[in-house]
C-alpha cells in the first residue's frame, strides 16, 4: 500500500510517535493533518529520547515532513522544535520541513484565554494542555484566524491582528479578568519568526499531489486519539480538531481516495489525560503500577495519565469510525507480572448490556465495565522479538484483542526503542 494513515484509538499516547518513526522509513513523506502543540511524540533512537511536538516524527529518519493546512502552530515553540533538533544533529531546514500556508497560527491571547478560562471552570474544566489550541481553532471556524500566508504579508498580518486584539482584549479583561495584550510586542514577535519561517512556508496541498502522483509514499501522522475527536469523542472532553482518518485527506489537502491503509495504535491498557469519564479506570495497586511500570506522564504536560484495563467497546469505535485495516499494539511489555488481565467487552448501563460506545456523555459516565478475565504472563517480554516466543498466555490476549475488535493486528511494541518491536505485516510493504 502506498499511503497509510496512523491514528490512535484511545485517549491519545497510545506510542505514535514510535510508530510513525519506524514505518518512515518505508515512506517518502511524512504529514500531520491536524492538532498542535497538545501533542507530545516520544521517539527512542539508538538509546536517545526525543520528544517532537510539531514536526512530524518522521524527521528522525530523514524523510520529507508537512505540516498540514489542519494543524494550529504556535511559531514561537516551532522554532524552538526545529532548534532543538538540529542541535541533536537532525537535519531540519526547508528543504525537510514544509508547512502549508493554510495553518493557523497561534496567538498569544489564545494561549491566555485558554488559561484563563480553564482557571474560571474550576472544577468543571476540560483539563486542557494550556496550548492555546481550543481558542485558535475557534478563531478558524469564525473566520478571524490568521494563518501563515498572513504571517508573510505584513500588512494584512497587522491589519487581522489589531481587528481581533481589540476584541480579545476586551474578552481578557471584562471576562476573564486577565491582563491585555499589547499589539506592537506581538508584531515585533511575529514579524522577527516570519522572516525564519518564510522559506518553509509552501502551498503542500500540490507538493503532496504531485508526489503522490510521481510515486512517492506518504504517510499521515495522527495526533491526540480518536475518543479526543471534536465530532466523535467524549464531548466536551475532547480536544478541537477531527482526530479521526477521514481528516487526514482534508487536514493536508489531499482527495480521500488516495489513503490506502488505516493503522489503529491501541495502548495494551487505556490512559487518560485531562477531565471526563473512562469506563475501566483503575483506582487501586494495579492502577498505579501501571501508572508507574508504564511511565504514564503526558509528553507535553507532565501530568500522570489515569490508566486503566483495555477497552474493547472504544477499539470497536474506533475501528469502525476510522475504518481501520490493521491494530498496532504499543507497551505490552508493560503489562508483564500481573496475574490476571482484564479486557472490557461491553458496558453495564443500568442493568443493560451496551455493545456500542454511548454518544451521551451521562450515560458513558454510568456505566460500569463488563469484563473478560484472562491470565497473565510473569515474563519479561521485552526482549521478544517473534510473535511465536511470545508466552502463550500474550498470545491468547493478542488474539482476543483481534478476535473482539474484528481486526488485525499488524505491529506488536515490547518496548520503546524501534527494535523493541514485531512487525507481522508491514503496511507499505504488503498488499
Ligand atoms: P487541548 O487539546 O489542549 O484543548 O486539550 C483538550 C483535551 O485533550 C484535554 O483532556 C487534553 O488532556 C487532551 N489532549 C490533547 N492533546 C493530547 C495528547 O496529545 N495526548 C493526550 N491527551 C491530549
Known sequence: MANIVIVGTQWGDEGKGKIVDLLAEHADYVVRFQGGNNAGHTMVVAGEQFISHLVPSGILQGKT?????????????????????QKKGIAVGPNKLRISERAHLIMPYHKAIDLAREQMKGAQKIGTTGRGIGPCYEDKVARRGLRFIDLLDQDEFQEKLKVNLEEKNFYLQNFLQSKPLDPMEIIQQYQKMAE??????????????????????????????????????????????????????????????????????????TTRVGSGPFVTELFDEIGDRIQKKGAEFGATTGRKRRCGWLDVVMLRNASRLNGLTGLVITKLDVLGGLETLKICTGYDYNGTRLSDFPNSLKVLAACKPIYETLPGWSEDISGIRSYKDLPESTRAYLQRIEVL????????SVGPGRDETMILKNPFTTK
Do not use: W
Open 65 to 85: 515532513c508537512f505540516i498540514g493546512n489542519g494543524m494550529v502552530v504556535d511559531p514561537e515553540v516551532l522554532l524552538e522544535e526545529i532548534d532543538y533538533l
Open 405 to 412: 475488535t474484528e481486526t488485525p493486528i499488524d505491529i506488536i
Open 196 to 269: 525564519r519561517l518564510a522559506p518553509y512556508v509552501d502551498n503542500i496541498s500540490v507538493t503532496l499531489y504531485d508526489g503522490i502522483r510521481t510515486g512517492r509514499r506518504v504517510m499521515f501522522e495522527g495526533a491526540q486519539g480518536t475518543h479526543l475527536d471534536i465530532d466523535h469523542g467524549t464531548y466536551p472532553f475532547v480536544t478541537s480538531s477531527n482526530t479521526v482518518s477521514g481528516n487526514a485527506a482534508c487536514g493536508a489537502g489531499i482527495g480521500p481516495k488516495e489513503l490506502n491503509g488505516i493503522l489503529g495504535i491501541v495502548k495494551a491498557y
